[in-house]
């Protein structure tokens, strides 16, 4: 195992959590697992948004643990978005947050540069939202396949459907 690798991603999972945790308001605490029904809901609602656009995209939904729970590849979507849209979803999940919060903190430079050191199955692009019900986070919605704000609204009208 690489330790400097695990620790720079710490620290920059830390500098995340004080910069976004300094002006907005705290994530919501994980609870149970997204059922596979709620799941699919959420998948049918982005899957209806990419297709009222002519996106063709990736939607990947994981628990609130991080754990695949369905994976989504459009017709003629490029294979490179399968694992992008996977760790979009997984980020979310991970750090209670929209992915977006990692791409703004970069986009400041500085000593939010340090974020690009996050390894693993997270993302620092716009497009990972998660699926908040009752209050609690029971999984993500992670999309890849046009750009990062249009991936971002498909995520967002699935993980509203179930509000």
């Known amino acids: 195992m690489n330790y400097k690798k695990i620790f720079a ?68 979507t490029q294979f490179g978005s399968v694992k992008v849209a996977t760790e979009k979803a997984h980020g979310s999940a991970a750090f209670r947050r929209p992915t977006v919060a990692f791409q703004d903190l970069i986009a400041q430079g500085g000593v939010h540069l340090r974020l690009l050191n996050i390894t693993g199955d997270a993302s620092v692009f716009e497009g990972g939202v998660p699926i908040i019900v009752d209050g609690k986070l029971i999984g993500a919605i992670g999309v890849s396949g046009v750009t990062s704000q249009q991936d971002a609204q498909i995520a967002k009208a699935g993980a509203d459907a179930l509000k």
Request: glycine fraction near 8%; charged fraction near 15%; aromatic fraction near 2%.
């Open 9 to 76: 991603g710490l620290i920059a999972a830390a500098a995340l959590l004080v910069s976004a945790g300094a002006s907005a308001q705290a994530p919501a605490p994980y609870g149970m697992a997204i059922t596979l029904d709620q799941a699919k809901k959420a998948m049918a609602a982005a899957e209806a948004e990419a297709k009222k656009n002519n996106w063709n995209v990736v939607i990947a939904i994981v628990d609130s643990g991080g754990n695949m729970v369905m994976l989504q590849r459009q017709d003629n």
